[in-house]
């Protein structure tokens, strides 16, 4: 049975695209003819998420998918032992190890040059994905040949639905998760049709932006938007794609297909490092999107601003939970306070330049 999608607002088609720091070139063509046909290779970039990788391999390759796949691990230097699990509990799973850190985008694009699949499917470390879940996609897929890429309905750990669409991000939308705008109020209802609004979880629709969390992408699309845009490193990377495929190809989100993300599990146990790239991939994406320049001036002045007020509040949460007897709870302020202070002391520059 083909199933009808409904169409969602029309996408910015006149932002200028984004520039890329190596050109594309696929590098999957002659080992594809040579070996046994692929349906779905899924990409998975890993960074200090053992125990969570450990789940997601297990559903991916211990119970039936209904389609040919192989896994392929990028992981950007872990020091919890990940890797070391993989090669030795998945013998089965192309690993391959970075000495340093690369970001999410350069692991996608290398775990994608040494695939095989016509399907690529990148998925977060900190997911489970249930049985036939695959085939469900890759059916529609197969049904939909015009779709540039399609994403699953997001549940949490507790079985409560996540955000798995949204719109594209705006300055005002942005805006609102400062400080100022939040105490105020201002911003609010941008912010809201931006995040939670616009999100029906009933019905196959075409999307603007599909979470990073789980995508799957015909291979030739992938090759035509020349993959995952290294300039983001860690944030922003999965609106920009969206954004770059629906110029050509519908981006489509297919709630039949569900997966369970536990959601940020390797960014906060590393804010240092993804807080401010976090910061640093959205204004790169606000004004790879077209955003004026004098409006993207000052949304990065609010956000620069702001940066130590919240450091502050931070601080002083983390007093007052502690007071409390919240240690857990004191210790998130705190990491959150560390994540502020590393984007102001380490990566403001870069936040200005993108």
């Known amino acids: 049975m083909r199933h009808e999608i409904r169409s969602a607002e029309p996408t910015p088609a006149d932002a200028t695209k984004p520039r890329r720091s190596a050109v594309w070139t696929p590098g999957w063509a002659q080992s594809y003819a040579a070996a046994e046909p692929v349906d779905v290779s899924v990409c998975i970039a890993n960074w200090n998420c053992i125990d969570h990788l450990r789940g997601c391999l297990r559903s991916l390759l211990e119970q039936p998918q209904g389609v040919n796949l192989e896994v392929i691990i990028v992981d950007n230097a872990s020091t919890d032992g990940a890797p070391e699990m993989v090669a030795a509990e998945f013998p089965e799973v192309r690993l391959i190890r970075n000495t340093t850190n690369t970001g999410f985008s350069r692991a996608n694009n290398q775990a994608a040059r040494e695939s095989r699949g016509r399907y690529l499917f990148f998925l977060n470390n900190d997911t489970v994905v249930p ?55 201002l911003l609010r209802s941008a912010y809201r049709n931006y995040r939670r609004q616009s999100f029906d979880p009933v019905d196959t629709k075409r999307v603007q932006v599909l979470m990073g969390a789980a995508v799957l992408m015909p291979r030739p699309v992938f090759d035509i938007v020349q993959g995952w845009d290294e300039n983001y490193e860690f944030g922003g990377e999965d609106v920009d794609l969206s954004l770059r495929v629906n110029r050509t190809h519908p981006v489509i989100y297919y709630p039949v297909a569900e997966i369970t993300h536990f959601g940020r599990v390797s960014s906060r146990r590393n804010i240092a490092f993804s807080e401010p790239n976090v910061a640093v991939g959205y204004a790169r994406f606000l004004r790879a999107a077209g955003t004026h320049p004098l409006a993207l001036a000052g949304y990065k002045l609010v956000v620069t601003l702001d940066a130590p007020v919240q450091i502050a509040s931070k601080y002083t949460q983390c007093a007052m939970r502690l007071l409390r007897g919240q240690p857990d709870k004191a210790k998130k302020s705190a990491l959150a306070a560390r994540g502020l202070w590393s984007f102001l002391s380490r990566h403001l520059v870069r936040f200005w330049q993108a």
């Open 131 to 185: 049985a036939m879940t695959l085939k469900r996609l890759v059916d529609f897929a197969d049904e939909h040949p015009e779709l540039g890429m399609v994403g699953p309905r997001l549940r949490d750990g507790r079985g409560q639905l996540q955000i798995s669409y949204r719109r594209n991000p705006s300055v005002w939308a942005m805006l609102h998760r400062t400080l100022v705008f939040r105490w105020t109020g």
